[in-house]
């Protein structure tokens, strides 16, 4: 069964039908041909799939595409301004918080809804922020940092 919803995509007035059964990850990565954000555990644990729904960090593998209906999604393909990165971007680049990439835009897209709430938040702050979002490559403390840069700015 298809579900008419409206809904703005990294700053653009979406009118979209969906399947009812569809998550919100799916329809990005299949629909709209965005695929930064990954299906990684499928089970909301990784955090691989964080975007901003309404501005505040969300598992897209467990909400319904026709949940998005009336709201704002942004992914980590919204968050540069054409070539230019966004701050946070780039900080994750230049503190060397990326290894394999795989859970960089879920980690990213976790840290820009915290700071959108709280642009100084503590160390602490941050490591329960992306709490919820796996990295096998880093470590955790360049992530940190690179967040930690851009809340000190």
Excluded at 79 to 100: M, R
Excluded at 104 to 109: F, H, I, L, R, S
Excluded at 116 to 128: G, K, L
């Amino acid at each position: 069964m298809k579900y008419k919803i409206n809904f703005t995509l990294n700053n653009e007035r979406i009118e979209h039908e969906v399947d009812t059964n569809k998550t919100l990850l799916r329809m990005l990565r299949d629909e709209f041909d965005l695929t930064g954000a990954k299906e990684g555990c499928g089970q909301g644990e990784c955090g691989a799939c964080t975007i901003l729904l309404d501005g505040k960090p969300v598992n897209s593998c467990l909400v319904l595409a026709v949940d998005a209906d009336g709201k704002d999604i942004l992914t980590i393909e919204g968050l540069s301004n054409g070539t230019e990165l966004d701050e946070l971007q780039a900080s994750f680049i230049t503190n060397g918080a990326l290894q394999c990439g795989y859970c960089t835009p879920g980690m990213v897209m976790a840290a820009k809804g915290l700071l959108n709430e709280n642009p100084h938040p503590t160390e602490e702050e941050v490591v329960e922020a992306i709490s919820g979002n796996l990295c096998r490559c880093t470590g955790y403390k360049k992530i940190v940092k690179a967040i930690m840069e851009i809340a000190e700015k």
